[in-house]
């Protein structure tokens, strides 16, 4: 089979890597091509682009982008044609991956959604559109199986790439130490995000929250597709340690975290470490989603826990009163930080199904050959 995959972030890239080497273990004559970043490359994925070359957020952004955009498209519907695709697998990337599941209904070449876009968020009624190009879609979160379910659709949960990915990870050993830490010090972790804008917005912030807890240790999950320039106000407090692309061992090691939503708020959770959740956008982009989004919380964490579990701190909250107190709340022992590991440990038993690339894989395979 003729394998086409596009994943047009950070973390969908991950874990579409991850399932092509699930797929690769069914179908050992398969052959992949897409759109994606390093970890697709790593995985043997041949690319068409990589998705750093093109990766923009927020409404406005989007808008101010679309001509870019839009020539991506063509191109990767060429490209598609082009390599005879047998079936296309889109992960998460909603904007752009509607439109190319639109393309693979057009020309008859099946359409897998593994990660659903998170309609349920917003624009619930994309869920049609959804169920009118997609021939099968794989969730990885427990409700988003009865959200479907109200359109009509019967989709398959598979469990959670994240659960995956936390469980397979192997610490390294003295990291305090190689990082630079004093590991007879309790170090607090900061995941300020993994694109630009988000950088850009919260670091100011967290550098002032840094310099109330001079005592403290914090160490800075950084990426490499990310100019270091970006945490700049923060390589000026002598009480911060830089950990680039290895999140995991600094959550392993931390005793609390201030993180930005998104995928990075459930790896803290699975990593049982309390955390207050912040996300600043810019302001237009921010009033746009405030009039259309239909969920109570933007965080992975309260979600899936269908309640507030973690304090969210979004916009003019994410200042540095509000998160200072929080974090002092949570890196103190007591009722609020034994409330949230409780609340972790309820979580990861929900998600705890099995090995989401493999469940996805095993089911993908049987499709395509029934």
Known sequence: MRYY????????????????????????????????????????????????????MGFVEVLLNIVKISGYLRKCGKDILNFKADVIILIDYAGFNRQMARFGKKHHIKVFYYISPKVWAWNQNRAHQLKANVDRMF????????????????VDYVGNPVLDAVKAHHPKQDFLIKAGFDHSHPVVALLPGSRKQEVLRIVPVLQQVVMRFPDIQFGVATVNNLDKSLYAPLASCANVRFVEEDTYNLLMNARAAIVTSGTATLETALFRVPQVVVYKAGQ?????????????????????????????????????????????????????????????????QRLDTGSASENAARLMVGYLND
């Open 5 to 56: 995959l596009i994943a047009g972030e950070r973390s969908g890239d991950l874990h579409a890597s991850n399932l092509v080497k699930a797929i690769r273990r069914r179908d050992p004559d398969a052959v992949f091509r897409g759109l994606g970043g390093d970890y697709l490359r790593d995985a043997g994925v041949e690319l068409f682009v990589n998705y750093a070359e093109f990766a923009v």
């Open 139 to 154: 969730v990885i979160l427990p409700f988003e199986k009865d959200f479907y379910k109200k359109f009509g659709w019967s």
């Open 284 to 348: 237009a982009s921010y009033l746009l989603a405030k009039m259309v989004i239909k969920v109570d919380y933007i965080s992975l964490v309260n979600l899936i826990a269908e309640k507030e579990v973690v304090k969210e701190l979004i916009q003019d909250d994410a200042n540095v009163n509000m998160i200072s107190t929080e974090l002092k709340e949570i890196f103190e022992d007591g009722d609020r930080r034994n409330r949230i590991l409780q609340a972790y440990d309820s979580i990861i």
